[in-house]
């Protein structure tokens, strides 16, 4: 449980500065998807890409 409440961790506190939408805090979040290796530059992009084109 803990090493799961340290992997989000920097999404949670982005969480806190995303007034104004997502796009506020999407530097935030490339750096922190890249700096966990969670997925590759190319990878966040087109999966934020795919986000934004769904509705709601």
């Known amino acids: ?24 805090t999407l530097p935030a979040m490339v750096r922190a998807f890249l700096a966990h290796h969670w997925m590759t530059k190319t990878q966040f992009l087109a999966l ?6 769904a509705p709601g």
């Open 1 to 24: 449980m803990i090493g799961a409440l340290a992997n989000v961790s920097p999404l949670m506190a982005m969480s806190l500065l995303a007034f104004g939408g997502v796009a506020s």
């Open 48 to 53: 934020f890409g795919l986000a934004q084109s």
